[in-house]
């Protein structure tokens, strides 16, 4: 099952810190690659979604940036700044409580058991 | 492993830029994925073309432009908030500024005129355009953006012409002319007809109107367009005249000095009578003495309050109180029929109510004083040479 790309949506800002947070320094594709290989291609984010985020996270300055040219070509790699850092932890925490939230909300415990 | 060439690169990127990515950073980050996918992906024999064309399709849903308006919406939407935040700042700092700077000028206290131009600066250069901005941005339609747009306008303005208004600048009448006539006829008749357009907004568009219109006419009615110059015109020659007549006076005065002593003091008053004036004068007209061609120059003494060297300890407070003395020296040594008459001049006012005089006030009471000096009787008189 592939997740829509409304619910990946408003999580996609917190998965690429938390990828971030936990690897040092990753550009646009391996994000992408990274992300596919973790959820077994469950979670696949597209480009359409996931640059436009980059730039604005890079604009709020929650990133740091570094190029490196490859043959003709240029790769921007992206890594969390200080401010990111704590960002992550932010989004993270505000995320596992949605989570608990949504299966209060949505009454999934009772079910399951 | 595929290996791209250089032509297939350059292929890629001028297709991106063919197809409205116009963010350079944006075009780079996409080749470089696109290039991951195709070395990833693409089997030897396999067609470059074809293989690229069904990879790019799957960024997007209608076309490719759809991720560089996302970035722009994204971006934009940051930028919002902080110029929401500076707007809501300095719509605070400049509130204020002006309620201290018209509590400091109830008061009489230095200050004033730095707060009140800080908060004017800030209301019509900061605030209003940002607000204007932020309404463009929040995407309403022309007509609307073009009521704003207006609005935001007589605003500044409205601020600026305050502020000439408050600091006796030359120009003030013109611009409350222009603020009001922009007002009335492109600010409300906008307004009026855009508002009155839509049913829901029919009658609070009516009420605005009506006070607009209302405050608008309350505005020009104190203008006074011209009077103003006019009197200003009287209340200066009257002063200048008053003080050639002084000048002649002084010149023609035939008395010879009583006692050398009454000689010295009434050139100390003399002396103290002209640097007040020439202060008062720098402080109103910009020249420390009346210029020989002030009726050719149009110059205008501006009747304004006396300034800040007469506020606290300041240089003029420390010249007022020598004039002060000097006339309280010569009154104690001189028989009450050749007393100077100072209960009602600016002589006998105390150094604290100083701030409230205006300029003009103070320069005729002054060479009033003179000339009674010039038309001393024979027992105490003084020729000034």
Redesign the interface.
């Known amino acids: 099952m592939i997740y829509s790309s409304e619910l990946i949506k408003g999580t996609l800002k917190t998965i690429v810190l938390k990828l971030l947070a936990d690897n040092k320094k990753m550009?646009?594709?391996e994000i992408?690659q990274r992300v596919k290989e973790l959820t077994m291609d469950k979670i696949q984010i597209?480009?359409?979604?996931l640059?436009?985020?980059?730039?604005?996270l890079e604009?709020?300055g929650m990133l740091t940036t570094e190029t490196e040219y490859?043959?003709?070509?240029?790769?921007?790699y992206y890594s969390l700044s200080p401010a990111g850092k704590s960002r992550t932890k932010e989004k993270i925490s505000e995320f596992a409580d949605f989570v608990d939230t949504m299966i209060f909300l949505l009454d999934l415990k009772t079910k399951n058991i | 492993m595929y290996c791209i060439t250089?032509e297939q690169?350059?292929f890629i990127l001028s297709d991106i830029r063919r197809n409205g990515v116009e963010?350079e950073?944006?075009q780079?980050?996409?080749?470089?994925?696109i290039?991951?996918?195709v070395e990833q992906n693409l089997e030897e024999g396999e067609d470059f073309g074809t293989f690229y064309q069904q990879t790019v399709r799957?960024?997007?849903?209608r076309d490719l432009k759809?991720?560089e308006e996302?970035?722009q919406?994204?971006?934009t939407?940051?930028n919002y908030y902080a110029m929401k935040k500076i707007m809501i700042t300095s719509g605070i700092f400049s509130a204020a500024a002006f309620i201290l700077g018209s509590f400091f000028k109830v008061m009489h206290w230095p200050g004033t005129a730095a707060l009140i131009f800080l908060g004017i600066l800030l209301v019509s250069f900061v605030v209003l355009p940002l607000m204007l901005l932020l309404k463009v941005k929040e995407g309403q339609s022309g007509r609307d953006k073009l009521v704003f747009a207006l609005g935001t306008l007589t605003g500044m303005l409205y601020c600026t012409s305050t502020l000439f208004a408050i600091m006796h600048w030359p120009g003030r009448t013109a611009l409350w002319i222009s603020t009001v006539g922009v007002s009335m006829f492109a600010f409300i008749p906008a307004y009026f007809f855009t508002g009155i357009r839509r049913p829901e907004t029919k009658s609070n568009t009516i009420l605005t109107s009506i006070l607009l219109v209302g405050a608008t006419g309350l505005l020009f009615s104190m203008i006074g367009i011209r009077s103003q110059d006019h009197q200003a015109q009287i209340k200066t020659y009257t002063y200048v005249q008053n003080e050639q007549l002084l000048k002649t006076m002084q010149r023609k005065a035939t008395t010879i000095p009583a006692n050398s002593q009454n000689a010295k003091l009434v050139a100390a008053i003399n002396k103290a009578c002209e640097q007040v004036k020439s202060l008062v004068l720098e402080n109103a007209m910009g020249v420390s003495s009346i210029p020989a061609d002030i009726e050719s120059s149009h110059l205008l003494i501006d009747d304004g309050p006396l300034g800040d060297d007469f506020i606290n300890a300041g240089k003029g407070v420390a010249l007022f109180n020598n004039l002060k003395a000097a006339v309280d020296k010569y009154n104690a040594s001189n028989s009450d029929n050749n007393k100077l008459p100072v209960a009602h001049s600016i002589v006998n006012a105390s150094p604290d109510k100083l701030p409230q005089y205006s300029s003009l006030s103070v320069l005729n009471s002054i060479t009033q004083l003179q000339m009674y000096l010039v038309n001393l009787p024979e027992d105490a008189g003084v020729a000034i040479k």
């Open positions: 550009y646009g594709y992408t597209t480009e359409g979604a640059y436009p985020t980059l730039h604005a604009a709020e490859i043959g003709k070509r240029v790769r921007k | 250089d690169i350059d963010t950073d944006l780079l980050n996409l080749l470089d994925h290039c991951c996918i799957q960024f997007y849903k759809e991720i996302e970035t919406l994204l971006l939407f940051k």
